[in-house]
């Protein structure tokens, strides 16, 4: 059944990601969600509790508008946490794909910012580590959601 233009039917494409997700995805976005929700914790608290602390290891000095942003950058950091936990156990639906492809792009984005912190001097050479983390927990995420040759769904995205 086609929905026109070539793009398979919503639960054609539900039942290709699904088949997608249990040969071997479904695994890999666990790993990634359920350590991704470790880092995100620690980090989120530390830049909760101690925004300061946390900034120096990388190099990173700041003002009170800087704590500040740290501290909700934190909170933001705690929010991802729990939807990785809460999202872990969920069936391979859209709803979740869509989510698990949305963190993804907020680690592309953070990296690019990490990239810009790093060359501008605003972080350390370890901010090199955070460009890694981010790449690659949105490349995992990619990879662990992404249906391997099935080009008609590549329309639907």
């Known amino acids: 059944m086609r929905s026109g233009k070539g793009v398979p039917a919503p639960d054609t494409y539900t039942a290709r990601l699904g088949a997608t997700l249990a040969e071997g995805g479904l695994e890999l976005i666990r790993l990634v969600q359920s350590v991704d929700a470790v880092v995100a914790l620690a980090f989120g608290i530390g830049?909760?509790?101690?925004?300061?602390?946390?900034?120096?290891?990388y190099g990173a000095h700041t003002d009170a508008v800087g704590v500040l942003v740290a501290r909700l950058a934190g909170a933001q950091l705690l929010g991802y946490a729990a939807i990785d936990v809460l999202t872990l156990r969920v069936s391979a639906s859209d709803f979740r794909v869509g989510i698990i492809?949305?963190?993804?792009?907020?680690?592309?984005?953070a990296a690019l910012a990490a990239i810009g912190g790093v060359l501008a001097g605003?972080?350390?050479?370890?901010?090199?580590?955070?460009?890694?983390?981010?790449?690659?927990?949105?490349a995992l995420r990619i990879l662990g959601t992404w249906p391997m040759g099935k080009r008609e769904v590549l329309t639907h995205l």
Do not use: C, K, Q
């Open 122 to 138: 605003a972080l350390n050479t370890l901010g090199w580590s955070l460009v890694a983390t981010f790449v690659a927990f949105g």
């Open 101 to 109: 492809r949305a963190e993804a792009l907020v680690n592309a984005i």
């Open 47 to 57: 830049l909760l509790i101690a925004p300061d602390v946390v900034l120096s290891i």
